[in-house]
Each structure stands twice: as C-alpha cells, then as structure tokens.
C-alpha cells in the first residue's frame, strides 16, 4: 500500500485559506489521491480526489504536484465547522482505503 | 441526500457474546466496506465485500468475523465470540461501480465489549 505523510497538526485562524500538504511519493500511474475528514465523534467524510489534474468541488480544492509526489488540499475559507482530522489517502485498485494518523486542524475564531 | 445509516448507535455487550451490527448502504451502491477504530487510533480496514462474496479482508478479519447482505438493503457484519478488544468503532461504508470512487461512511456503531 501506498504510504503518505502528512504533519501531525495545523492550526489556522476562521475565514482564512488552509493548505494541508501531503507527500506521497510511493505512488504508482494508476493510483488516485483521496482526502477525508473525521468531525469528532463522527464517521470518516468524503472530501475530493484526483489523478493528475487539480480538482475542486464544494468542499475544496485539490492541487497536485506535476511528478505526483505531494498534494495539497485547499479549504478556500476555513470556519469552525472544518475542525476535524484530515486524512489523505492513496487509493489503489481494489478500493479499500488505509488510513493514517492524518492532519488535526484546529480553527480558531 | 442519500445516506449511510447503521444500527445501533452503542452496544453493549458481554465477552463471549455474540453481536451483529447493522447497516443499510447507499440503494445503488454495489461494494460494502467494514473499518473499525479503537478509541484514539487509527481507522482499519476490516473487509471489503462485491457481488455477495467478501473481495478483500484484513488481518483482523479472523474466523470470529463474518459478513452478510442478507436482503437487498441490510449489510450486517458479525463477531461471534466478542474479546475486549473488539471494543471499537465500527463503520460501515459504501460506494458505487466504477474504479476508483469515494466511499460513503455511516456514522457508526460503538462496540463495548464487558
């Protein structure tokens, strides 16, 4: 399985743009980058996922490197509502997602 | 908008029992997961199941764990002889055809095992 690295934790002040790195330089051509969310006490999130090209959705954007090796996941405005822990996550054929420890957010108001 | 739903919320039981936790996956999904999380750690892959057989299984899945869909709807994963470290989180999760879709969690069960 594809490891990746993201940092322990970040903090960032509401309203403000978030950027969550993650490396991920085991990854293979056919391998797609997922990220989730954990609010606590809840089940993991979807949140956005790629193959190559940059991606946005409601929730986010996701900027990938050109060589693949690190991503970055982009709240555009952070609120108190984003405050939970941030998985990145290579999903590899077969589907089954591992998880790591992941980013812990912290928005203060 | 549709959703994952799972039932019970918390249950509780004894070592040695046995406990069937319920789901009920997105209607047109057609690959049903189990994850668990013991409190504080990681969420862990427990097994992953298409087409009414299981496609793939963790470590973790050993012969105490089994899993069904036994109507169209219900996907139930259950631990016949609980240990105290089956006490986790267990989520269900979903998703529908296609490689490399986004899973759709349940808010999941708590398991205390006593």
């Known amino acids: 399985d594809a490891k990746t690295t993201q940092p322990n934790s970040m903090e960032s002040n509401e309203e403000e743009p978030v950027h969550l790195p993650c490396n991920h330089s085991t990854i293979s051509g056919t391998d797609y980058i997922h990220w989730y969310r954990q609010l606590p006490s809840q089940g993991p999130e979807y949140v956005i996922h790629?193959?190559?090209s940059n991606v946005n959705n409601r929730m986010a954007s996701l900027a990938i490197a050109e060589d693949r090796k690190s991503s970055t996941l982009i709240l555009h405005r952070a609120t108190l509502r984003d405050a939970a822990v941030y998985y990145c996550?290579?999903?590899?054929?077969?589907?089954?997602?591992?998880f790591g420890a992941g980013t812990i957010l912290r928005v203060k108001s | 908008e549709p959703e994952v739903t799972q039932t019970p919320s918390h249950q509780v039981t004894q070592m040695g029992q046995e406990v069937i936790l319920r789901c009920v996956p997105i209607?047109?999904?057609?690959?049903f997961y189990w994850y668990r999380q013991i409190l504080g750690q990681k969420v862990e892959f427990l097994v992953s199941?298409?087409?009414?057989?299981?496609?793939?299984k963790s470590e973790i899945f050993d012969d105490q764990f089994s899993v069904e869909r036994p109507d169209g709807s219900n996907f139930t994963l259950k631990i016949r002889s609980t240990k105290l470290e089956d006490s986790a989180m267990y989520f269900c999760?979903?998703?529908?055809?296609?490689?490399?879709?986004?899973?759709?969690f349940g808010p999941g069960t708590r398991l205390t095992v006593l």
């Open positions: 209607s047109n999904h057609l690959y």
């Open positions: 999760a979903s998703r529908r055809g296609g490689s490399y879709n986004e899973q759709f």
């Open positions: 790629g193959l190559t």
């Open positions: 199941f298409y087409n009414n057989e299981i496609s793939e």
């Open positions: 996550l290579i999903m590899e054929y077969g589907n089954k997602l591992v």
